[in-house]
């Protein structure tokens, strides 16, 4: 099956700890994103990357850092310098061509302990 | 400021009743508006994609609308399903993909 795989579904941070969010996909895409998404708002850009080894701030990239090291695999580090770190966290994939779309993975709940 | 607001903010219908679900754009510049299906606790969807010259576009029991003038789309939904409770969200790209404007979506709710 090809597509977006996140894990885990669900995460808990304690007070200073760093957590990772995994994100893997077999769709060969050269684009990946990490958005945030919180109850009553939109989905918020934290970081992208065009290409392996490359990957810029998005709206929201405080607090936040990210690798690229291979084409199919985005981890997303929430740090201890992220005061707010409860959200639904969504990593997308983007098929290039003609009318370009997003895929989504099944995202992480992140909740504060 | 680039926004996109979405109304209602939630609805409940009764299956096999239709409904209409509107999204209002102030995006400078304009690329395309695309409408995305998330079942709770899971990632978005596409249903459909909309330029700047298309007026209409139906993905079965889903019918997609765009008035650039007016800059106003909406998605209405025929003959629901109680599969369609979900949250549909309207998101406009303005240039690049990483200048993705997102509606915060309308949570609808089609009771048996």
């Known amino acids: 099956d090809g597509g977006i795989t996140q894990s885990p579904k669900y995460l808990f941070r304690k007070e200073g700890q760093n957590v990772t969010l995994s994100c893997e996909q077999n769709l060969n895409h050269d684009a990946m994103y990490w958005y945030r998404q919180d109850p009553g708002q939109g989905l918020r850009l934290i970081y992208y990357s065009q290409i392996v080894n490359d990957f810029q701030k998005g709206d929201i990239a405080e607090g936040y850092s990210v690798s690229r090291e291979k084409k199919e695999s985005f981890p997303l580090t929430v740090t201890s310098a992220q005061k707010n770190p409860t959200a639904f966290y969504l990593c997308?994939?983007?098929?290039?061509?003609?009318?370009?779309?997003?895929?989504f993975g099944s995202g992480t709940q992140l909740s504060v302990l | 400021k680039n926004q996109v607001e979405q109304s209602p903010q939630s609805l409940i219908i009764l299956e096999g009743k239709n409904c209409t679900l509107q999204c209002n754009y102030t995006v400078s510049p304009f690329s395309n508006l695309r409408w995305y299906k998330q079942d709770t606790g899971r990632g978005p969807v596409s249903l459909t994609i909309?330029?700047?010259?298309?007026n209409t576009k139906s993905n079965g029991r889903y019918t997609a609308t765009l008035d650039a003038d007016t800059k106003q789309s909406s998605l209405h939904i025929t003959a629901s399903q109680l599969s369609d409770s979900a949250s549909y969200i309207c998101v406009v790209r303005s240039g690049g993909y990483n200048k993705l404007i997102f509606g915060a979506g309308t949570r609808l709710a089609v009771h048996p």
């Open positions: 909309m330029t700047f010259s298309e």
């Open positions: 997308a994939s983007r098929e290039t061509g003609k009318n370009e779309k997003l895929f």
